[in-house]
């Protein structure tokens, strides 16, 4: 079953991203009929009283946040099942959240996956001012979806994206995951023809990662499942690319690409370091200086009836502003801007790690551009190792002791790890 654009050549399509989509407003909506394989998220199994009390919970932080002035460019319902929610409960939320920030949104996303979408919960959003909608595939061919412990068939993505065709939705995203263990060329070029097929605006395109805890950790530190070599994963990423290139996709961050309707403003917003509120349980936030995450335990916050307990709270300054701005702004195409480091933290970049931008950019992994340097895309298949070695000589020449090695969890913020799956 063919789906076609759901892109209705609103106002909304552009070639450059406004200069600032910040702040931004993340909700989480953590509940999961199961766990897929992969994801370390904070999620709860689907108990309906449970969930309308969260929701009830997630009003009132919604609400005490407004009342005190916040207003949002961006908001991403993320989770977790979003889409999972019963209707009222649905009706609830996104009806709170137009009530209070709709006037001033640049754009709205909200996360659904394909066995719990459906014609109404869709029309819904529309109603209230939904204008993206993200959907995860992850892949198209079966054995995977079930490695993945997907709950829907290649079927069902594409009939729910003919559904969101016929009702019209704005702009949507899909996606998907390379690196899988029985991945091969057959099932990429597959994933490629549904794409070709359903022709959603944007693509995310994440590596799998084995995160601790996971079943598929569990599974691979047992030796039953054999990961794929990281040559076959960066072939089958180049392959993707290629591919997603030639069906005119624009690469604007290592793992994301749009067709119509530009880029993902509020994940933009985070690689851009921009501000943003997380509300709901584990929820994570960076506003006024400061960065923390609700607690993540969903009786907790539902008694908390609004005012959540704050944990892992910081202020990052110095060296965690260069740290943070190396890790995130490299990954979007445009790089970062040396000069804005510098004014901002006194870290002159260039003079400390000259010697490995030199040599990165003879390798071709690098672009020294002026006060501009942006990573190439034979860099960003080895984007990892080229953050944490500058982030190790600027550590070596400055006050950063540690940092590095503390990092790699992004507990603080799930957005700083480089390779975690998109919100």
């Not at 091969?184 to 799998?208: F, G, R």
């Not at 501000?275 to 993540?296: C, D, I, M, Q």
């Not at 701005?325 to 790089?335: A, C, K, T, V, W």
């Amino acid at each position: 079953m063919a789906a076609r654009s759901t892109n209705q050549g609103l106002a909304r399509e552009r070639s450059e991203a406004p200069n600032n989509p910040s702040p931004g407003l993340y909700v989480h909506v953590p509940f999961c009929r199961s766990r897929c394989t992969y994801c370390d998220f904070h999620v709860a199994s689907i108990r309906f009283p449970v969930m309308r009390d969260y929701v009830t919970a997630l009003v009132s932080e919604i609400t005490r946040h407004a009342a005190l002035g916040f207003s949002p460019k961006t908001i991403f319902i993320g989770g977790g099942t979003p889409s999972a929610l019963d209707l009222d409960s649905w009706d609830k939320l996104l009806g709170t959240l137009s009530d209070h920030f709709r006037s001033g949104l640049l754009e709205w996303t909200v996360e659904m996956n394909p066995e719990s979408i459906d014609a109404e919960k869709i029309e819904l959003a529309l109603s209230h001012g939904v204008d993206r909608i993200s959907t995860g595939a992850q892949t198209f061919d079966e054995s995977g979806l079930s490695l993945l412990g997907r709950r829907h068939d290649a079927q069902r993505v594409f009939e729910v994206h003919q559904c969101m065709s016929e009702l019209g939705v704005p702009r949507t995203s899909l996606d998907l995951i390379v690196g899988w263990p029985g991945q091969d060329s057959e099932s990429v070029k597959k994933d490629l023809e549904a794409v070709s097929l359903i022709d959603p605006d944007h693509v995310s395109l994440y590596h799998l990662s084995y995160e601790q805890g996971t079943w598929l950790h569990k599974m691979l530190t047992r030796g039953s499942i054999e990961p794929l070599l990281d040559e076959s994963c960066i072939d089958f990423s180049r392959q993707f690319l290629q591919g997603l290139a030639e069906q005119g996709y624009q690469r604007y961050e290592v793992s994301n690409l749009f067709k119509r309707g530009g880029e993902s403003l509020h994940n933009l917003n985070y690689w851009q370091r921009g501000t943003y509120l997380g509300v709901g349980s584990g929820a994570a936030s960076f506003h006024a200086g400061e960065r923390w995450k609700n607690r993540p335990d969903v009786p907790a916050y539902i008694s908390a009836n609004g005012k959540p307990e704050r944990v892992d709270v910081e202020r990052p300054d110095g060296f965690f502003v260069v740290f943070e701005r190396i890790m995130l702004g490299l990954r979007l195409i445009e790089g970062i801007d040396l000069a804005k480091i510098q004014a901002e933290t006194g870290y002159d970049i260039i003079d400390r790690c000259s010697s490995h931008l030199r040599r990165y950019e003879q390798q071709g992994f690098l672009v020294c551009d002026g006060d501009a340097i942006r990573v190439t895309a034979k860099g960003f298949e080895i984007l990892d190792a080229i953050i944490v070695e500058l982030l190790e000589q600027l550590e070596r020449t400055g006050d950063g002791i540690g940092i590095v090695e503390s990092s790699g969890s992004g507990d603080s913020d799930p957005h700083l790890a480089s390779s975690v799956m998109d919100r």
